[in-house]
């Protein structure tokens, strides 16, 4: 019924660059606030990048800022991740997650908040 897929991932090397992309099939995809988190097995889920519903307010994590950036096309029902400069350290399952917001243009960074998970993407950064 409701559907976050992502796209994008592979292998890079360090100092390289992916885009990530996650589709939507939800009504209404414009009220939602859309977030990347990243997870190694074993380890807590990550936050990575957040966009408001409006694409106005983004929040990056301090570990990716200035390398990272998020983007969403709301005709497309589309959000994606720049990943330029990779690092080693990168290297996670990257999941793509939606929370209705109701009140106004917000990010959400507690995962917590959000409802809508995709599958997740694997990105490997070598050497």
């Known amino acids: 019924q409701v559907q976050l897929v992502e796209s994008g991932g592979g292998l890079a090397q360090a100092g390289g660059s992916l885009r990530l992309s996650c589709a939507a099939s939800v009504r209404t995809f414009n009220m939602y606030a859309m977030g990347w988190f990243r997870q190694l097995p074993g380890k807590e889920r990550e936050f990575v990048a957040a966009?408001?519903?409006?694409?106005?307010?983004?929040r990056i994590a301090d570990s990716v800022k200035g390398r990272f950036t998020i983007s969403r096309e709301n005709a497309e029902n589309t959000v994606h991740l720049q990943m330029n400069g990779l690092k080693s350290e990168d290297t996670a399952v990257y999941y793509c997650a939606g929370a209705r917001v109701v009140v106004g243009s917000i990010v959400v960074i507690n995962p917590s908040e959000y409802e809508l998970w995709g599958q997740g993407t694997q990105v490997t950064v070598s050497s």
């Open positions: 966009v408001s519903w409006s694409g106005d307010i983004t």
